[in-house]
């Protein structure tokens, strides 16, 4: 039958707020219903009419009913946009989030600042292969890319093929693997930051499906990965080279100064949109 998308629309924000809240259900009903029809944005907005079958309900119910357990979108769809690229994201990896977006934003920069021989990045823990990915695409830079999980280098190989990205992709344990690399420009790296004490204030969507390899770090060491990526960028590094990383807001100040004790210079906090700590960059001498 024919139906204005407005109208389904606010059946679905109906449906999904009272688990999800009004302001992210509106969210979810317009990447569900562009995935289910096809429909820009710009035509729901506009409230174009749609001829919704049975199958586009059928597959709409199905889509809601997991989303009222809690599982993201994303997973259920199987893809994520960043920075304008759309990923296959599976339970295997982090579904990547737009304040991850400064990394590239922040390697674009310091890019910008060097000599036309293409940089050389290295992406630590890539997950879906987002930041490599897209490194190597904006910057058309000399990308590799590490993590300890098969299952996830499987998605980021995956998604450089799809998305035709050169990057290297090595299995590597950054707290035990000694690092076959050297001479880079950058490492980058949006490691395991969030304490565990943090996880019973978090929400199911993220808790109950997302990686908690790719999410925690102890209490009593919540440096961990900071401290790993410091010793092996430093010897990986050559001078002038940044490492950029991606931060708990709550830690911004102790990784500056980790950063600042172990030899780099200019430590810096770069803050996201929202005004929080997001990112600590630092460089070798």
């Not at 709409?60 to 759309?86: C, K, M, N, V, W």
């Not at 961990?224 to 940044?242: E, H, P, T, V």
Request: charged share 20%; hydrophobic share 45%; glycine share 6%.
């Amino acid at each position: 039958m024919i139906i204005h998308s407005r109208l389904l629309l606010e059946s679905l924000v109906t449906k999904l707020s009272p688990a999800h809240g009004a302001d992210e259900a509106l969210a979810i009903a317009y990447l569900l219903l562009e995935n289910l029809t096809g429909m820009p944005r710009a035509d729901m907005m506009a409230n174009r009419p749609f001829d919704w079958t049975d199958a586009h309900k059928e597959n709409a119910d199905t889509i809601t009913q997991r989303l009222l357990t809690g599982e993201p979108l994303q997973y259920i769809l199987g893809e994520a946009d960043f920075y304008g690229y759309r990923f296959t994201v599976t339970p295997a990896v982090l579904i990547p989030r737009p304040e991850t977006e400064l990394l590239i934003d922040t390697i674009r920069t310091y890019a910008s600042r060097q000599p036309t021989t293409p940089l050389r990045v290295l992406d630590i823990g890539t997950g879906s292969g987002c930041i490599a990915i897209t490194t190597a695409l904006v910057c058309r830079a000399e990308v590799s890319a590490t993590d300890i999980s098969e299952a996830a280098l499987a998605v980021s190989r995956s998604n450089a093929e799809q998305l035709n990205a050169s990057v290297t992709f090595v299995q590597h344990d950054i707290l035990m693997d000694e690092s076959p690399f050297a001479n880079l420009d950058v490492v980058v790296s949006n490691p395991p930051y969030i304490a565990l004490s943090e996880k019973a204030a978090m929400g199911h969507n993220v808790v109950g499906f997302e990686p908690h390899g790719a999410l925690f770090v102890p209490d009593d060491d919540a440096l961990l990965f900071y401290r790993a990526l410091a010793i092996k960028a430093f010897d990986m590094l050559r001078s002038g080279g940044m490492l950029c990383v991606e931060i708990n807001e709550r830690f911004g100040p102790d990784v500056r100064d980790l950063f600042t004790r172990m030899g780099y210079t200019q430590s810096e906090i770069v803050r996201d949109l929202d005004g929080k700590d997001r990112i600590v960059k630092a460089f070798k001498s």
